[in-house]
């Protein structure tokens, strides 16, 4: 009886100790996942339940339509469903300055909502596939860049790494009004190197110009810095490789994933 009584106490003063020294596991803190600074969008979507803000504020010099142009724009993201993501974006205001002119401008950008469809969660470098969709509800009166405004876009999207990279790759397939109703394409592959907190991203773009009969394509360089898991600073510059391209473009801004759930 006492060999028995003996086991029993160790036995509960073990449970107690094990309880006090192994905590139950703790959920993943979500992190941000720009779509900014880069034209391309990554084909992983944001965490479910969170708001995530993507604001900036860009500055172009030297197009068709404009000598320099400054826009504020604005991009909100929530995702519903791991599978599927909502997506809102925001030209509030842009001022621009015509060739030849010496004031600028005021005009009222554009408004654009759509979604984000997962198609296939890939790991490492296995892609992951997803497609969007986006419909403009509101198109504005400021003069466009160089790839022009969609009044409907479609988008073809894959994600995945390669050894110390990261690579976003985007097809597009807009819809463009002039005159009449023109298709454009657009392709655009950026790769990213992180550094830490830091991150160097290289892009290459090319877009038809079915309103000019023409093409624009590009090259844009930036770096990314996140002090945290919700908060990603950026800032970078995109030049222009053909005569129909916007000369230069400068930009800055952050992404800034609110951390608090909506729901359960």
């Known amino acids: ?38 034209i391309a969008t990554p084909a992983t979507l944001t965490p479910v339940g969170y708001v995530q803000l993507e604001n900036g504020i860009l500055v172009g010099h030297k197009s068709e339509e404009f000598k320099t142009l400054f826009n504020i724009n604005q991009v909100t993201k929530l995702a519903v469903h791991p599978r599927l993501e909502f997506i809102g974006q925001f030209q509030p205001v842009a001022w621009s300055e015509g060739e030849g002119a010496s004031r600028y401008t005021n005009y009222a950008g554009g408004i654009s909502v759509g979604a984000q469809v997962l198609l296939y969660q890939g790991q490492g470098a296995r892609p992951t596939i997803a497609a969007s969709f986006i419909q403009s509800a509101y198109a504005g009166d400021a003069p466009d860049l160089d790839i022009g405004s969609a009044r409907q876009s479609v988008l073809a999207l894959a994600s995945f790494d390669f050894g110390a990279f990261h690579v976003d790759a985007n097809a597009m ?70 005569s129909t391209s916007t000369h230069w473009e400068y930009f800055g801004g952050f992404t800034y994933l609110i951390p608090h759930r909506l729901w359960k």
């Not at 029993?8 to 020294?21: D, G, H, N, W, Y």
Request: net charge neutral; glycine share 8%; proline share 8%.
């Open 1 to 38: 009886m006492r060999a028995g009584l003996a086991a029993l106490v160790f036995a509960c003063v073990a449970r107690a100790a094990f309880a006090q020294t192994v905590s139950p596991p703790q959920p993943e803190e979500p992190a941000a996942n720009p779509g900014r600074p880069t």
């Open 173 to 242: 397939f807009n819809s463009q009004v002039g005159d009449s109703r023109k298709a454009q394409y657009g392709q655009t592959i950026s790769i990213a190197h992180p550094f830490k907190k830091t991150t160097i991203v290289c892009e290459l773009w090319h877009f038809t110009q079915p309103l000019d009969n023409a093409r624009a394509d590009g090259m844009l360089w930036a770096v990314s810095f996140g002090p945290n898991k919700h908060l990603i600073y950026d800032v970078g510059f995109d030049v222009g490789l053909t």
